[in-house]
């Protein structure tokens, strides 16, 4: 569980991600990514870096899933950033 915010953070700023898990089933574990921010939000690569939620920090890539945890992350990467 994240320290900034509760398990409803994405309901506090009206994005919620249960309909998006829909869509990984057919995507393949190297097309898929978990938002380190929000551990357990599941990614598309792709369509993260196309709407610009994908960080590199320490030569290492990260997928988030949602702006609010690109905040979040850019705030303060040493918190989120682990070995993948």
């Not at 506090?12 to 574990?29: D, F, N, Q, W």
Request: with cysteine.
């Amino acid at each position: 569980m994240c320290h900034h915010h509760g398990p409803d953070h994405h309901e506090e700023h009206g994005h919620r991600h249960e309909t998006a898990v829909g869509h990984l089933t057919g995507a393949s574990g190297e097309e898929v990514a978990e938002c380190p921010v929000m551990p357990g939000n599941m990614v598309i690569k792709t369509e993260t870096e196309a709407a610009g939620l994908s960080r590199d920090n320490a030569g290492q890539r990260y997928w988030l899933c949602c702006a609010t945890c690109g905040a979040l992350f850019d705030a303060d990467p040493t918190t989120y950033a682990h070995a993948g």
